[in-house]
C-alpha cells in the first residue's frame, strides 16, 4: 500500500529552528510537496523536491532522498505567524498525490 | 485574481438530501480535483479530471459523481447524502498531474 508518514503534531519557541521529517513508500515517485495549511483555510504550497538535495525558500527549506523515502521541512527563525499544519504529499507513478495527515506545529513566545 | 472558487462555504443538510458543491477556476488549468479532509487523515482524492470532458475515480469515490463540462468548473454532486459524508471538501487545480496544485477555501458540510 502507499504511505505517507509524518509526526502528528510538533512544538517549537519563537525564534527557533524546527524541522519536520516525511517518510514514504508510494507505487512510484515523481515528486515531494509540502503545503502550509492554517486552521480553518486551504492548503497553500511551500516547496518541491524532485531531486536529491535541499531547496531552500527563505526561511523555509525541503529536503529529500529518494533512496531512503524521506523529506523534512525545516522552518528557521520560527514566527508566531507560522502556527499552522504542514503537509507532505508524494506523487506517484499515475501522478496522483498521496497526502500525509499533517503535522500540527505549535509555536510558542 | 479569484484563482478557483468554491460554494457554498458551508452547509447543513439532511441525510438522504442531494446536493451539487460548485467549483470554478480562472487560471486555464487543465486538471481538477475533489478531496475531502477529516480530522487526523490527509486529504483523499474523491474524483479528479485531467482535461475537460474526462473524470477519474480517486481513492474514495463512493456516493460522489462529477462532471467535467468545460475547463473552468467542477463541480461535485452528493446524489444521497449520508452522515459519513460530513466533512470539509476542497477543490483544486493544477496545470498537469505533476504540478502544483491550488486550492478552493473548501466547504464544510453537515449531513444530519
Known amino acids: 500500500g502507499q504511505n505517507i508518514d509524518q509526526p502528528t503534531e510538533m512544538t517549537a519557541t519563537e525564534g527557533a529552528i524546527v524541522q519536520i521529517n516525511c517518510t514514504y513508500q508510494?507505487?512510484?515517485?515523481?515528486?515531494l510537496f509540502w503545503y502550509q495549511q492554517h486552521a480553518g483555510e486551504a492548503p497553500t504550497f511551500l516547496s518541491y523536491?524532485?531531486l536529491d538535495g535541499l531547496e531552500e525558500k527563505g526561511r523555509f527549506s525541503s529536503f529529500l532522498s529518494r533512496s531512503k523515502g524521506y523529506s523534512y521541512l525545516l522552518l528557521k527563525e520560527l514566527q508566531m505567524k507560522d502556527s499552522a499544519s504542514y503537509l507532505c504529499?508524494?506523487?506517484?507513478?499515475?501522478?496522483?498525490?498521496?497526502w500525509g495527515a499533517g503535522t500540527k506545529l505549535i509555536i510558542k513566545p | 485574481t479569484a484563482g478557483i472558487t468554491q460554494a457554498p462555504t458551508s452547509q447543513i443538510l439532511a441525510a438522504g438530501r442531494s446536493m451539487t458543491l460548485r467549483c470554478t477556476q480562472d487560471?486555464?488549468?487543465?486538471?481538477m480535483y475533489w478531496y475531502r479532509q477529516d480530522l487526523g487523515l490527509g486529504l483523499r482524492l474523491i474524483h479528479y479530471?485531467?482535461?475537460?470532458?474526462?473524470?477519474g475515480k480517486g481513492e474514495v469515490p463512493d456516493g460522489y459523481s462529477v462532471s467535467r463540462a468545460n475547463t473552468d468548473d467542477f463541480p461535485l454532486t452528493l446524489a444521497s447524502a449520508v452522515p459519513s459524508q460530513t466533512s470539509v471538501y476542497f477543490c483544486?487545480?493544477?496545470?498537469?498531474?505533476?504540478?502544483?496544485?491550488?486550492f478552493g477555501a473548501g466547504t464544510r458540510l453537515s449531513v444530519l
Open positions: 504529499a508524494v506523487t506517484d507513478s499515475n501522478y496522483q498525490l498521496i
Open positions: 487560471m486555464r488549468h487543465n486538471a
Open positions: 523536491n524532485v
Open positions: 508510494t507505487s512510484g515517485f515523481n515528486g
Open positions: 479530471s485531467n482535461t475537460a470532458g474526462t473524470t
Open positions: 483544486a487545480s493544477s496545470a498537469g498531474g505533476e504540478a502544483i496544485q491550488y
